[in-house]
Each structure stands twice: as C-alpha cells, then as structure tokens.
C-alpha cells in the first residue's frame, strides 16, 4: 500500500522496481492497470507514469492496447553490454591516477558506505542504484567526455536492466561491494596496475555472477 510521503508515482515505481529486484514480479507477468491500482491504493494516472518510467529503464514492456509486462533479456545481449563495459572501464581507470585526490577518495568512501548501509538494510534497488553511482564517480575524473557519457550509459537504465532482472543482485551484492572496496583501495594506494587488476577481476565476477542465472533455470 502507498504511503502518503512524496509522489504517488515515485512510490508506486519504488514499489514496482523493489518487486522486480527481488524477484516477486518475474519475467513476462502482466501488469494491468485496473489490479495494480487497485492493489497499491493509487489511480491509473500516477501507475502509469511510474510504468512509463519503469519503461524507460528496460524492466517492463509497454505494448498498445494490453498489459504492461515485466521485461525479460537475451544471454547474448547481456554479455555484449557486459563487454563493452568492462573495455570501457578498464581502460578508464588507467587513465585517471594522476586526477585521484583526497576529496575523490572521500566521495568514493562515502558512496561504498551508502553501499554496506543498503546491504546491511536488504535495500537491494538503492545498493544497485549506489552501485551504478560508483562506476560512473569513476569515470567522472576521465578528461574524455565522450569515454565519460558511454560509460554513464553503459551503466544506467536499458544497458543494466538485464542485472536487476535477473534477479542476482541480492545473492551477490556483498561481493560486489568487497570487489569495490578494492578497487578504492589501489586508487588510494595509487597504485594503477593493481586498480586495473582489481577492476578487471570485479567486471569479471560480475558476468560469472549473471551467467549464474542461467545455470538455475530449469530445463524443459
């Protein structure tokens, strides 16, 4: 049920987006308008723009005429999104040693507290939205602007939506904040070779953590 703070349509897409993290709205399940307004006790208006913008990040699919569904993925476009993250990140943390300052770091501490808190909470939609917020902290010290928007993007709405709806973000959110406490450790160390090593290793457990989803799905 919603609660009366902020907007209706930002709760209901908190409530919707907390339900397809944690797996209690699957792919394909239909969302109609006239039960989900029911059930969280708001009208269609304000359920159709947290859809619409549900829509927009890649978890549901809007189709004329009927239902919204929650939104499935490909193995195959997952991995290639997954590629071209982990060329653009590994290249980028190399690139940006000489631009890491004590303020930097503090800002990169503070985002990996916010991480542990949201863990320590089961808080799995702000841990990967802090998450998100950590990768593309990174970039921002890159002088490449161009470098700087591809890897904001490859790390925002459709070209992640595949991580949350796979459903693996509770099981491995632990290890990926470990991962990240690494990664600002070489940087505080300033050390470029092991934040390299570090961030490579990272990007790498990630798609052994999503090819995780697969080995569970039942055959047949």
Request: hydrophobic share 40%; aromatic share 6%; charged share 30%.
């Amino acid at each position: 049920m919603i609660k009366q703070s902020e907007t209706l349509a930002e709760q209901a897409y908190t409530l919707l987006k907390k339900a397809i993290i944690n797996g209690e709205l699957q792919e394909k399940q239909p969302l109609p308008e006239e039960s989900m307004s029911k059930e969280l006790g708001i009208s269609r208006t304000p359920l159709r723009d947290a859809l619409n913008r549900l829509a927009l990040e890649g978890l549901v699919i809007q189709k004329k005429g009927r239902p919204a569904i929650v939104a499935g993925f490909t193995r195959e476009k997952s991995l290639e999104y997954m590629e071209i993250r982990s060329v653009l990140e590994i290249h980028s943390i190399t690139q940006i040693m000489d631009r890491v300052d004590s303020l930097f770091i503090d800002q990169l501490k503070e985002n990996l507290l916010e991480q542990r808190g949201a863990i320590d909470e089961n808080d799995f939609q702000k841990f990967i939205e802090l998450d998100s917020e950590f990768h593309i902290l990174l970039a921002s010290k890159n002088s490449n602007e161009e470098m700087k928007d591809l890897i904001e993007r490859m790390n925002t709405g459709v070209n992640r939506a595949f991580l949350i709806l796979s459903n693996t973000v509770p099981q491995s959110a632990r290890s990926a904040y470990a991962e990240h406490v690494e990664i600002l450790q070489a940087l505080e160390q300033k050390e470029a070779a092991q934040a390299k090593e570090k961030m490579m290793v990272h990007l790498n457990n990630v798609e052994k953590r999503f090819l995780m989803y697969y080995s569970n799905i039942p055959v047949g």
